[in-house]
Each structure stands twice: as structure tokens, then as C-alpha cells.
Nanobody, 127 residues
Framework: QVQLVESGGGLVQTGGSLRLSCVLS????????SGWFRQAPGKEREFVAT????????DYTDSVKGRFTISRDDAKNTLYLQMNSLKPEDTAVYYC????????????????????WGQGTQVTVSS
């Protein structure tokens, strides 16, 4: 059974940092493309960052480029999202997800491309 469990969310002031973690159990994370999405109150879930199955390529939504970094530790079967210079508009529930793919370097930015999701972790940035 594939399960994703996120942690690391919390309350931080503007300009602060947080690192989100997402542990995958039941499968090797290196077999999947992986990503982070977020959903703010009253808004649709949106793409934040993704990493290819190979782990060599990544992509970000424009609003977080230069501030957020996605990474993966295959030995720990864990996906990370390092978030720096946080802004109030980053406030949301953050979800990690993994998607099955035959292609090692396919970038996935749509939520319907992902097969398994975590339960979400709340990030609140105060002004």
C-alpha cells in the first residue's frame, strides 16, 4: 500500500523559512515523478514544484522560483520542499504527490498526472 505522510508545516513570519518533508512508504520514491501542490482557502489547488523520476530535473511555479527548492533523498524515501523568504501569499495547505511514469525525465505540473497524495500540512505566514 502506497502512503505519503507530510510534516514540517507551521506558523512563520514573513521572510522566514520552513522545510516540508514527505515520506513515501510502500514503494521506492525513485520510481515516481514527485511534486508539491498547495491550496489556499477559497482557491483551487495549484502546482508549486516538481521533480522528475530521475531526480535530475525540476520545475517551479513562477511565484516561488528562487525561493523554494524541491529535493529528494532516495535512501530515506523522502521528498522535501525547502521554502525560504516566505510571504503571506504562500499561506496554504501543502500536499506532496507522486505520479507513475515510464519516462525518467518527464515534468509533471498538473494534479491529474499524480496518482498518490499525502494528507497535507498547513503553512501559515504572518505579515
Amino acid at each position: 500500500q502506497v502512503q505519503l505522510v507530510e510534516s514540517g508545516g507551521g506558523l512563520v513570519q514573513t521572510g522566514g523559512s520552513l522545510r516540508l518533508s514527505c515520506v513515501l512508504s510502500g514503494r521506492a520514491i525513485s520510481n515516481y515523478a514527485s511534486g508539491w501542490f498547495r491550496q489556499a482557502p477559497g482557491k483551487e489547488r495549484e502546482f508549486v514544484a516538481t521533480m522528475t523520476r530521475s531526480g535530475t530535473d525540476s520545475d517551479y511555479t513562477d511565484s516561488v522560483k528562487g525561493r523554494f527548492t524541491i529535493s529528494r533523498d532516495d535512501a530515506k524515501n523522502t521528498l522535501y520542499l525547502q521554502m525560504n523568504s516566505l510571504k503571506p501569499e504562500d499561506t496554504a495547505v501543502y500536499y506532496c504527490a507522486v505520479g507513475t511514469t515510464r519516462f525518467t525525465n518527464l515534468i509533471k505540473t498538473r494534479s491529474d498526472e499524480y496518482d498518490y497524495w499525502g494528507q497535507g500540512t498547513q503553512v501559515t505566514v504572518s505579515s
